[in-house]
């Protein structure tokens, strides 16, 4: 298993690669089609992620004390940004997901899906897991 | 024949670049751009005129209030209303209409009805909702067809000697379409109801004319027409401003105060309590004085041919659904692809440097009929050129390509 700050940095090379806005998008619409997908029966109206344009699912899950995360969205970019999000985070203990600070999609160039206006909900996708965590963690002590 | 290069020398936002690109500006229906001229007005008044007004002895205090009240008179004069104290300034649309459902708490029992229509902004749903709760008034809705049409025969059954308000769009934000308000208002007054028209998405292109029109309320927003954010207007018919009790207490508003009796302020100061938006008032006279130079004929004669042009270009992408197809509408292009998110679509045009809306506009009921998360809309204006549709166009194409 490799640390959250080691794949994260995984992740800040391989999108250093890319020359422009489109190379970037287009990975971004693959990671997309790669996202390990929820199973139906926790897409509920309940867990739909608020703040977000599109909708989006994300669920938890904790074996042999590291957490695993599934998700989807009706859109394809943001599904890129969750596939993103789980890269780093799934597969880890709660505490380091707790722990774990969100700098880098700053340095891959989506800096402005950060942005409350863009209504992604990439700040709410974080928050949800940082919860998940939150939640499984208190459950491990 | 509008000189757009001429024009589009007076919006300094219009220069700028948007991710390495020329901006190209089409979410007119949220906000517009604001010329130099009226950006110099706001300049102007806080270099030379700041104070505050009507209350004061002192010369700056004079002219801030001379020209805070000849923007009403401009106000008046570009909607034709009969009297400037029928001109209510406010922060916004939003405003204007929650200042009159406000009123209308006190007026209102149980078992009245009030009729909006199905091609609602949420501002102009939400208030009367929470009216009906505070009165036990009823809300009833005229239905719409799938081009975005009212139904007017279901309006006509709908209306009573029960109905008190209606309250309709002059245009549809989501869709563009331009209602029939001269009709809804002449059988609304034929019950003896009162109508308000919600006119932020109209007056960019229109130019109403409230005493022709008959109406009771008609509200707008500056920001919509090269003004600036944070002001708006509340035109009534003065028997029906006079009906309604004061919106907010305060300063300005009052004729004598004692803890005993509080007298209120005649009209339009009845209804403007506090400090106003003294600035953004004066640039709102300002901004319809640079519309009306331009001239609303040919705003509207050329946005229509924006419009057109734009309507038979997007039409030829393979699977592009355009949602409002009412013959009478505005310059607004609401549209999906199949198969594809609004929000996806948007988000790669924002990477070109066009700006564009996704999403509900705040008009759910909308995107519920069509069973839709939201659309893309593409609204435009008079500073707007063909070859800024070619690049939409060419944008759509290539998020297609790319998304599919």
Known sequence: MSS????QQEIIEEFALFEDWMQRYEHMIDLGKSLPLIAEEYKTEDNIIKGCQSKVWIHAELKEKSLYFTADSDAIITKGIIAILIRVFSNQPPQAIIEANTDFIDQ?????HLSPTRANGLVAMIKQIKMYAVAYQTQLN | MLDVKKIRADFPILSRKVNGQDLVYFDNAATS?????????IVDYYSRLNANIHRGVHKLSQEATDAYEQARKTIQKHFNAAHAHEIIFTSGTTEGINLVASGYATLLKKGDELIVSALEHHSNIVPW????????ATLKVIPMTPEGILEMDVYENLLGPQTKLVFVNHVSNALGTVNPIEQIISMAHDYGARVLIDGAQACPHIKPD???LGVDFYVTSAHKLCGPTGVGMLYGKEEALNELPPYQGGGEMIATVSFEKTTYADL??????????IAGGIAFGAALDYMNGIGFDSIAQYESELLEYATNKLKQIDGLKIFGEATEKTAVLSFNVAGLHPYDIGSILDQMGIAVRTGHHCAQPIMDYYKIPGTVRASFSFYNTFEEIDRLVEGVHKAVSMLQ
């Open chain 1, 4 to 7: 959250i700050e080691s794949v």
């Open chain 2, 129 to 136: 909702q929470m009216l009906c709760e505070k009165t036990g």
């Open chain 2, 268 to 277: 339009p100061h009845k209804f403007e309590a506090g400090t106003p938006n």
């Open chain 2, 210 to 212: 409230v005493q022709k």
């Open chain 2, 33 to 41: 751009q604001t010329p130099k001229q009226v950006i110099d007005v």
């Open chain 1, 108 to 112: 891959i160039g989506l800096k402005e």
